[in-house]
């Protein structure tokens, strides 16, 4: 079995531009573009116990949170998942993004039994273009 440990990956012809080929061998794809570009995970207090690229959270209300991202996003056209919920009741939850959305922030509103509610648990997960 081969190893390759490098610190850096760039691109031979463009230097953000490496194609990895499917298991297949049949298609190809952009590395960078399979990348999660910012993901927290925090607590209804806006702890966070894990992030990568989100610089802070911000308590806006009861279940309205919103990730401020690091590096931002090219534009506001990027993917993101999230899920909430509690470790007693994992039924009746729900999310949606809410009223903020930009190159730098997101917001996600958290639902229990249709009322806003501070879960304990808030996992985000964004997909895009990094500018």
Known sequence: MSEIKVDTLTGKTTAG???VTSE?????MQLQQ??????????????AQGSLNISSLTDSATGKFIANINNDFSND??????????A???TNYSWWVGDTISTG????????????RDNPYNMMVFHGDLS
């Open 17 to 19: 531009d490496i194609t």
């Open 24 to 28: 297949g061998g049949a298609a190809t």
């Open 34 to 47: 399979g990348l999660a570009k910012a993901w927290v995970q925090f607590n209804a207090s806006t702890v």
């Open 77 to 86: 056209d990027f993917a993101a998942t999230a899920v909430v919920g509690s």
């Open 88 to 90: 007693t009741n994992v």
């Open 105 to 116: 922030t997101l917001s996600l509103y958290s639902f229990q039994n249709n009322a806003y």
